[in-house]
């Protein structure tokens, strides 16, 4: 089976990194891809980075437009992309050298219409990138919905690393603009009919370089589950509520300590579980350590976001009007 490979990037001021995921991109040992690159609206372009890539042999294409979203520019790049699939990466990834060639071998054994998988921290990343991906792939703190071998939850491609046919975006039409934007991707998908799988074909996720940022990241993350538990009923799992409890927990182990201190043991025994967790992933005592104060960033800012959209929107019934919310834009 004869295929070609489009990869989609959005960037938006991350010249550095580009340079770094094209190299990997030059370095893989099946080159049946092409590469789009879709510049929204940046004040630091990359299109230097990517000429330079395209004088070492990468099949390029660069597009710079006005800012508009990572959606618009994705849609923008499957646009002018010619593969008979798209793959879609974040601009702060590194890719294994035989990524495609694995790829290519599993469509092959087994034809996917869709497909995504998990991500991983390089050697190079820095300690705190490391224990933020320990946090965002543990099965203690996200319950392996992020391409775990043991999950919670059904599987669901994100796109730091997934892909879809064509024909999927024939028929589906394009991502919506809209936080947690590939989830709605992945549902519409699943609702069209067509098959969606896991493949094990990680790829390395730079993350977050500090907790600031991190927690705004998952803060958002959890109010958008709210809103794409009101766009597909049903959506909302037990796996989905964790974080909250952990939240409400944490606040009524801590109050509860003053009287019972078992409460505060508990606590303990599950940051314990975490760091040892850390340990036996990583072999480092410091990541281990910084994964603690990761896990708490996690839960409690993705707690903390679902917490306040349920209030706001399930409770109050405050900014339900979800197309007005997204703004489709394009991706209807």
């Known amino acids: 089976m004869i295929m070609k490979f489009s990869v989609i990037i959005p960037v938006y001021n991350r010249p550095d990194e580009v340079a770094e995921l094209l190299d990997s991109l030059l370095a893989q040992t099946s080159r049946n891809f092409e590469v789009v690159i879709v510049e929204d609206g940046s004040t630091v372009p990359c299109r230097q980075q990517v000429d330079a890539a395209s004088a070492r042999g990468l099949d390029a294409l660069y597009f710079a437009k006005d800012n508009e979203g990572r959606s618009i520019a994705r849609n923008y790049g ?46 190079s990343f ?108 049903g959506s909302l799992k037990v796996v989905h509520l964790l974080p909250a409890v952990f939240v409400v927990g944490v606040i009524a182990l801590l109050a509860l300590g003053f009287v019972c201190p078992w409460c505060w043991a508990l606590l303990a025994m599950y940051f314990v579980a975490v760091f040892f967790g850390a340990i036996m992933a990583t072999h480092s005592l410091k990541i281990a350590l910084l994964a603690v104060p990761a896990a708490i960033i996690q839960l409690g800012g993705y707690g903390l976001g679902f917490i306040k959209a349920f209030t706001l929107k399930i409770l109050l019934r405050r900014g339900r009007d979800i197309n007005e919310e997204i703004q489709l834009r394009k991706g209807k």
């Open 78 to 123: 499957m646009d002018h992309a010619t593969g008979d699939y798209f793959v879609f990466f974040d601009s702060d990834c590194v890719i294994p050298t035989d990524y495609f060639a694995n790829l290519e071998r599993a469509l092959t054994d087994n034809p996917l219409d869709c497909f995504g998988g998990p991500d991983a921290a390089h050697d």
């Open 126 to 233: 820095s300690d705190k990138q490391k224990a933020i991906n320990y946090s965002m792939t543990s099965f203690l703190t996200t319950g392996g919905i992020r391409g775990g071998k043991i999950s919670l939850e059904k599987f669901v491609p994100r796109t730091f690393n997934m892909g879809f046919s064509r024909a999927v975006y024939e028929r589906v039409g394009g991502f919506r603009e809209m936080f947690s934007e590939d989830i709605d991707m992945s549902t519409r998908i699943r609702q069209a009919g067509f098959s969606i799988g896991l493949l094990q074909n990680p790829v390395w996720h730079k993350r977050r370089v500090d907790f600031r940022k991190f927690f705004r990241q998952v803060y958002v993350f959890g109010m958008s589950r709210i809103t794409l538990h009101l766009l597909y009923p």
